[in-house]
């Protein structure tokens, strides 16, 4: 099984940048199709960014193309977030997840998830 924790949310103000990460755990990791969703107060949790597993490829909501960039270190087993030019809207908590189908399609199915970090942006 796959243990993920993330790490670096907090306040920003509008128009700044953060940085979440998100540490796997094991020698499974590179396994992992990987992904950040989010969820804010009332909301069913979205799909905000995805990683394939050598990250080649890389799939973004609408809502953090051009803002939002996903990346990952298979020697480090993390997965980073980096937030730039943040909007109030994008005020949630913040999951990575692992997704271990082998070479499945585009959407993908997520099996394992952390416990999710806080992200506030201020207006």
């Known amino acids: 099984q796959v243990q993920l924790v993330e790490s670096g949310g907090g306040l920003v103000q509008a128009g700044g940048s953060l940085r979440l990460s998100c540490a796997a755990s094991?020698?499974?990791?590179?396994?992992?199709?990987m992904g950040w969703f989010r969820q804010a107060p009332g909301k069913e949790r979205e799909f905000a960014a995805a990683?394939?597993?050598?990250?080649?490829?890389?799939y973004y909501a609408d809502s953090v193309k051009g803002r939002f960039t996903i990346s990952r270190d298979n020697v480090k087993n993390m997965v980073t977030l980096q937030m730039n030019s943040t909007k109030p809207e994008d005020t949630a908590i913040y999951y990575c997840?692992?997704?271990?189908?082998?070479?499945?399609?585009?959407?993908?199915?997520?099996?394992?998830w952390g416990q999710g970090t806080q992200v506030t942006v201020s207006s």
């Open positions: 997840a692992c997704d271990v189908d082998f070479e499945s399609s585009w959407p993908w199915t997520f099996d394992y």
């Open positions: 990683i394939s597993r050598s990250g080649g490829r890389t």
């Open positions: 094991g020698r499974t990791f590179s396994r992992c199709r």
